[in-house]
């Protein structure tokens, strides 16, 4: 992930989470950087986070359950979206990022 896109997503992690101090925001892009290697593992794909909106949801979620001390629930809560992030991967609906290029669409 680019320094650009992880600012933004520390930027959008911070409002969600009604964080106004700077002081956390290294242990933050870390729960960033941890939840998008969780998505790609899970999904065996990477992500644009800047130009996906579904797939940066979920990870923000992730991020916020894991903040709050409450991570062994997030997969439960989330199992369904977690199921169609999968799925959609699969059948290259959602943009991934193969080859160092953001894919998106109908993907074969």
């Known amino acids: 992930m680019d320094e650009q896109t992880l600012q933004k997503l520390l930027s959008d992690l911070k409002e969600r989470l009604r964080i106004t101090w700077n002081e956390e925001d290294e ?16 999904t065996n794909a990477s992500f644009d986070f800047s ?7 979920i990870l923000l979620e992730r991020c916020r359950y894991v903040y709050n ?4 629930e997030f997969e439960r809560n989330f199992q369904h979206e977690l199921s169609r ?3 959609h991967v699969a059948i290259g609906k959602v ?3 193969r080859g160092g ?4 669409g109908d993907v074969q």
Do not use: C, F, H
């Open 27 to 42: 242990y933050l892009k870390k729960l960033i950087q941890r939840s998008e290697t969780y998505l790609s593992e899970l």
């Open 51 to 57: 130009k996906e909106e579904w797939p940066k949801e």
């Open 69 to 72: 001390n409450a991570g062994d």
């Open 85 to 87: 992030l999968i799925l």
């Open 95 to 97: 943009g991934v990022i």
């Open 101 to 104: 290029e953001t894919v998106s």
